[in-house]
């Protein structure tokens, strides 16, 4: 009987990762993609629709207290809100329909924008698909394209 038990145990758990993957997870762009060095790609899943992500495939969002291209994410909040900083103008992925830019911080550094909008990563994500910071108190969202 305790073996029967194990079986099921473990058939429950396999249909929970390929359910998982099957519907709430969705790859990034392959490296032979035309868009691999794009700065900022499209991804999504069931639960959210079509959202962007990083290069490194991390999920972006937008702050609602932003009203313009300048950051207003500073100090504690880039902490937990860390902004998506770049060196040169941002690349987006060929399918990208809107506008990237990129806005100076007070800090002198460049942060990436996408429709004038800053865009940030969020701490709690730990791996590629965590979107756990759109909601957050009312006023994050993952970035929309």
Do not use: H
């Amino acid at each position: 009987m305790k073996k029967q038990t194990l079986y099921i145990i473990l058939g429950v758990v396999i249909v929970v990762i390929v359910l998982y993957f099957a519907f709430f997870y969705k790859q990034t762009p392959s490296a032979s993609a035309p868009t691999a060095n794009a700065d900022v790609l499209i991804n999504g899943n069931a639960l959210l629709g079509d959202y962007l992500i990083a290069s490194n495939g991390m999920a972006l969002y937008t702050f609602a207290n932003d009203t313009t291209s300048q950051s207003t994410c500073l100090d504690q909040c880039a902490l937990k809100w860390p902004p998506y900083i770049t060196s040169s103008i941002p690349v987006p992925s060929e399918d990208l329909s809107g506008t990237i830019g990129a806005s100076a911080r007070d800090d002198g550094s460049l942060q990436i924008t996408y429709e004038g909008k800053p865009l940030y990563f969020w701490s709690g994500d730990r791996m590629i698909g965590d979107t756990t910071g759109n909601g957050v108190n009312g006023l994050w969202s993952v970035a929309r394209p």
